[in-house]
Each structure stands twice: as C-alpha cells, then as structure tokens.
C-alpha cells in the first residue's frame, strides 16, 4: 500500500509496492487475479508484518539489543501507529480459509492485530517485560533515514528501505472484512505479539545464532549496527 496518508486501510486501496519487496509482492498478485479470472478459486492474505515463533527477521536485532540493555534508538519520536501481527493469528487466518473452499474467499483480505497502540508505548511494553534495562531513544527521523540509505548503498547495514523508509509512519489496516466474511477475529495485540516473539528469541537464541543471513529464522550479520550498539549501551 505504499506510505498512504489516511488510515486504515482497505483492501480497495491503491497498490503501490516500497522497493523490490514490495513490488514483487504485487506481481504475484496480479498472477493471482488472472487466474481468478480464468475461474480458479484464490484467496489473497494480505498480512501486515508478523512476528512471533521462527519469525524474526529485523526483529532478531532489535531483541538482541534488548537482552543486551542496550538503549533502543527508534526513528522519529515513536508517536505512530505501526500493526503488527502474530503469526499464530496469521495461520489461524489461513486455516480458516482452507476450510471455507468457496466464492467467499475468492476476494482480498487484510489480515493484522486488531489491538495496537502507538511504536513508543507497544515498545515500552516490552521492555518492561525484558527487564533488561533498555531505555527508547528517539531520533530526527530525516536524518537518520539518510544515513541508514547510506549504509545500505555501501552494504554495511542488513536493514533496507522498506524497513527503514515506513518506520516513522502510521502503517495500519482494518480487518473488518476478514471478521465479517471469514468470521477471522486475532487473539494477540500488537505488545502481546512482541512479548511472545521475544520469548521465542530468548529460548532459541543458540540454535538462532549458528546460522546468518537474512531470513526470518536465523540472525542477521548486523554490519555496522553492532558499533551501534557497543556506543549505546
């Protein structure tokens, strides 16, 4: 949905996909409307960023720096909205729609937490629950969307635009269609979602750092953030 100014959003609004990611995202889509076309029956889940267990991504770093108690630098002031979603609501979501298997779920649904507060106070929870004494620092958000651009072009830092780009505005969907037509209602809100994530990080953390990369099971090399995070703590 790019970065749109009025929130919520629905599954009718435009489709305009930040950085590659997001673009892919909405040429398989369009490979599933045609073939909605030519008959077939397909349900398309659109779910905002789901965490929770096996699921860590960039996430994996920002709990690292928490069980460090390293202080956590957030873009902007923290006063956005941002949806998050437990991947265990996801699947629910999806199981769901297996088991319909009719003209009702041959549409779009957005899919994401139905309770969700502002980035500074569903970050604020979790640390309370960490204990690890992180406190939340806020950032001018220009400038250091310029240097994480920066880092990105020179391959320093594994975050990328669509991570970066969108964090210090508001990004939330209704999901009244999902609970109307699949009667699909999420059971975690968005701090509760982090807390769990977290815990998973905490209880796998060895098995998660045997492996590096970029996908949403292992740990991230951090490049430069990891100087980041000796100045911070």
């Known amino acids: 949905y790019g970065v749109p100014k009025i929130h919520p959003i629905y599954e009718n609004h435009e489709r305009i996909g930040v950085g590659n990611y997001g673009k892919s995202k909405i040429m398989a889509e369009d490979v599933c409307f045609e073939y909605q076309k030519k008959g077939l029956t397909v349900c398309i889940i659109r779910p905002k960023s789901f965490i929770g267990t096996a ?26 909205r941002y949806q998050l979603f437990e991947v265990e609501d996801l699947v629910d979501a999806i199981f769901i729609v297996c088991k319909m298997n009719n003209e009702k779920i041959n549409d779009v649904f957005n899919v994401g937490a139905k309770l969700f507060k502002t980035v500074k106070e569903d970050l604020e929870v979790l640390l309370d629950y960490a204990k690890s004494g992180s406190k939340i620092l806020t950032t001018p958000a220009w400038l250091i969307k310029k240097i994480l651009r920066l880092f990105e072009v020179l391959k320093l830092s594994p975050l990328y635009k669509w991570i970066y780009g969108t964090a210090d505005t508001d990004s939330f969907v209704s ?43 292992i740990a991230w090399k951090q490049g430069i953030l990891s100087i980041f995070k000796k100045i911070l703590k």
């Not at 699921?55 to 956005?80: C, H, K, M, T």
């Not at 699909?184 to 769990?196: C, D, F, G, M, T």
């Open 55 to 80: 699921r860590l991504g960039v996430f994996q770093i920002l709990y690292d720096w928490i069980e460090s108690g390293a202080r956590i630098p957030i873009i902007g002031r923290g006063n956005n």
């Open 175 to 217: 999901i009244e269609k999902a609970e109307n037509i699949l009667d699909w209602h999420p059971k975690y809100s968005n701090s509760e979602a982090l807390i769990r994530s977290y815990q998973w990080y905490l209880d796998n953390k060895n098995t998660i750092k045997q492996g590096t990369g970029i996908t949403h099971r």
